[in-house]
């Protein structure tokens, strides 16, 4: 006797309403041609309306920028923000949550054109897991910034433009909150209310990092060239963690002409991490040198980071002609405490059984803009602007070791002054589209050492950054753009601070001789926009030839590491990206990217390249009972390569998640999995030239499962307005995140 389940039940209840359905069509079209007939009688004729459905188009390429319209995307009213990144161009999502525009990690994030401190550093994922989709209006995905933006910094910006004012009033909102089976927890809210002419938006989220997350086994073997000695070095550890992140955003219209915006911003965390290794150390002979174990903690670690911006914003009557004043402060606030004890000693190396490592780093940042720009005519316009920025950094390290080894004190104070001024031109006409621009920066550094341990130092920058593009519109759906742009990074604090930081195995210092270094880049893109389909294919070459680059090498049995300003890179590139919907309710999205790296440094004689690359797939589909299924797979290939010395390992990741709406739209229930059938994950890392070669490779277990649950209520849709232009700095490479 067959028997018929649930699925079958509700299937055939389906199938049935939809023939009722079908039949109720069919006699309303056989009455309303009926009516027809009868009218025609009379010498009456009725037009029935046609309706015309086209998919409307989420990726715009102009010549500063391409824009993925999240605001009309249906699906990204049940995704984070981190998961509407994976359907962008351009830019990926791995299986660890890591970002990279066009596979690189040197880029920023930034909130309505302006940089958030809150959204960046190593939590820029979890910020981005606890602001929903729905509250942002488009995404801007800039790879090559132009003059008005800072030399200093990075190749990339990624710009999140929230929802722009309506003239409704009222409260809306969000809260949201999930759940994994690694016991990590996050809890977030999401608030925008407007009265009048002032709108304020307010946004909180909590994190608690349960250490099973980022539970690991570690292994480290290195072969050093000179000596045949091998270290190996091999254990566990995971970090536990509180996190706290926000901001307040509030603008007033004065009147049609004259904006007032203002915002403060916060992350704050705290870290519990814990080790267990062992270290070997073996002579060419496999005779043992030393032995020990080793426990290491942060009983004492916390981050503060806290900023806040002012924005005036003046129109004329000119359309298109800005006047913004702007002004922004961010400062950063770590303290780490860091503990390491052996036991189980064989030939020890050093004369102390533990140290505690204490140090104090202070980074604050005040920056002052002016920005203007003046359309003349229809096809010509002016941008052009001033910028300073005085920085303060001071660092205080102690060293104390419990033993007959003697303390170390180290202090440092590191301040800098740039001044930069810009302009750029802009053309656009007909089918054709262009932008020129130039920027200069000047920099004055200073440092000096409170402990006496070295002698004051400055010195003077001088930098002049060019940068161009020129688009052409093959047709209304194909674009052509070519564009050639320059930066600069300066280093930070955490490059610059020369304290002598030593263990048993290590030595590390920094170079407060360090200067800035110089980057160019040209890159052709081509895009295709269809009903159906997206394509973009990007090729690139980057090179540079002063790079500050950690520079590692063996002595007196430790492995060294500061930096120069010596390295010298080649990389040529090219990314695509594919989103096909071939049915309605079926989505498909596909990221590919290689390049190929050639990375040197003249001192020591060091050369590396490889070729590599990644290739991210998503596809969406919509299943019985209003059900979304989103399944992710992706990873990377190949000998990518980042530093003179290692090839980066290749690695795989998949992962899929079930998404239902209740209540209008109004309730949002997710479930996912991880690398469900998946215990454990390994990446290795492999050392192949310099003092010693070897790998080191980290296990994870990746499979969990998470579910998560979203609220909204309210009815309004605007967020809080923002000015045109607005402070960004992105230059500091090795510093404190601001």
Request: proline share 3%; with cysteine.
């Amino acid at each position: 006797m067959h028997h018929i389940d649930n699925y079958e039940l509700n299937a055939l209840t389906m199938w049935n309403k939809s023939i009722l359905l079908l039949t109720a069509c069919i006699s309303a079209t056989a009455l309303s041609a009926q009516n027809t007939t009868k009218t025609d009688s009379t010498k009456t004729q009725k037009l029935e309306e046609v309706v015309v459905a086209q998919r409307r188009q989420l990726i715009k390429n102009d010549i500063d920028k391409l824009t993925y319209d999240v605001q009309h995307d249906k699906t990204a009213q049940t995704k984070t923000t981190l998961e509407i990144l994976k359907k962008i161009p351009l830019v990926t999502v791995d299986g660890q949550e890591n970002i990279r525009v066009q596979g690189s990690t040197s880029f920023k994030v930034y909130r309505n054109g302006h940089p958030d401190p809150s959204l960046s550093g190593q939590n820029l994922k979890d910020i981005l897991k606890a602001i929903p989709a729905s509250t942002i209006k488009r995404i801007e995905v800039i790879t090559d910034p132009g003059a008005k933006y800072d030399a200093e910094g990075t190749t990339a910006i990624l710009n999140i433009v929230m929802m722009s004012n309506t003239k409704l009033q009222g409260i809306s909102g969000n809260v949201n909150s999930d759940v994994d089976t690694h016991g990590s927890v996050r809890l977030g809210t999401y608030l925008t209310t407007k009265v009048g002419k002032l709108t304020t938006t307010v946004n909180y989220n909590l994190r608690n990092q349960s250490r099973k997350q980022t539970e690991n086994y570690r292994e480290e073997v290195y072969n050093y060239v000179k000596t045949g000695e091998q270290r190996r070095e091999y254990g566990t550890n995971s970090t536990a963690a509180i996190l706290h992140f926000g901001n307040i955003s509030a603008s007033y219209e004065i009147d049609s002409l004259n904006l007032l915006t203002a915002s403060t911003n916060f992350l704050g965390y705290k870290a519990d991490a814990n080790a267990q290794y062992t270290n070997e150390r073996w002579d060419k002979n496999s005779q043992l040198i030393y032995k020990f174990d080793n426990n290491m903690t942060t009983p004492g670690y916390s981050h503060l980071n806290i900023g806040g911006r002012l924005d005036y914003q003046h129109k004329t009557h000119l359309d298109g002609e800005i006047l913004t004043l702007s002004y922004m402060l961010a400062a950063t606030r770590p303290h780490t405490i860091f503990r390491e004890m052996y036991n189980n000693m064989v030939n020890f190396p050093v004369s102390y059984t533990s140290y505690d490592q204490n140090t104090r780093k202070r980074f604050t940042e005040h920056t002052f803009q002016i920005d203007y720009v003046r359309p003349f005519g229809k096809h010509h316009k002016l941008e052009s602007g001033t910028k300073y920025i005085l920085r303060y950094n001071n660092s205080t390290s102690l060293m104390d070791y419990q033993g007959t080894t003697p303390d170390m004190e180290s202090k440092f104070k590191h301040n800098a002054q740039v001044a930069a001024a810009y302009l750029s031109y802009i053309f656009t006409a007909g089918k054709w589209a262009a932008r020129a621009g130039l920027r200069y920066e000047f920099t004055r550094m200073k440092a000096s050492y409170p402990d006496g341990s070295n002698a004051d130092y400055h010195a003077n920058l001088n930098d002049w950054v060019p940068s161009a593009s020129l688009q052409y519109k093959i047709s209304d759906g194909q674009t052509l753009k070519f564009s050639y742009n320059t930066s600069i990074n300066r280093p930070g604090i955490g490059y610059l601070n020369p304290a002598i930081i030593s263990t048993p195995t290590a030595v590390s210092f920094g170079n407060a001789n360090l200067g800035s270094s110089r980057n160019q880049k040209l890159q052709l893109m081509y895009m295709l926009v269809a009903s159906k389909l997206t394509l973009q294919l990007s090729p690139y070459y980057s090179f540079t030839n002063n790079g500050i680059g950690r520079i590692l090498y063996e002595q007196n049995r430790k492995d060294v590491s500061t930096f120069q300003n010596i390295l010298k890179s080649k990389i040529f590139g090219i990314s695509s990206y594919t989103e096909w919907t071939p049915l309605t309710g079926t989505s498909f999205t596909l990221n590919v990217s290689m390049r190929y790296a050639r990375i040197t440094l003249p001192t020591p004689a060091i050369k590396n390249s490889g070729c590599g690359g990644g290739i991210y797939f998503n596809w969406e589909q919509k299943m019985p009972w209003e059900l979304t299924l989103t399944t992710s797979i992706g990873g990377e290939y190949g000998n990518r390569i980042y530093n003179p010395y290692a090839i980066e390992g290749r690695w795989f990741y998949y992962n899929f998640t079930l998404t239902r709406l209740f209540f209008k739209d109004k309730l949002t229930v997710s479930l996912s999995a991880n690398s469900p059938f998946s215990k454990d994950k390994a990446t290795t890392y492999n050392i192949v030239r310099g003092d010693y070669t070897g790998y080191e490779r980290s296990v994870m277990y990746p499979r969990y499962f998470n579910i998560g649950f979203s609220w909204s209520f309210g009815k309004l849709k605007a967020s809080v307005k923002k000015a045109v232009r607005s402070i960004k700095n992105d230059d500091l490479v090795g510093g404190e995140k601001k």
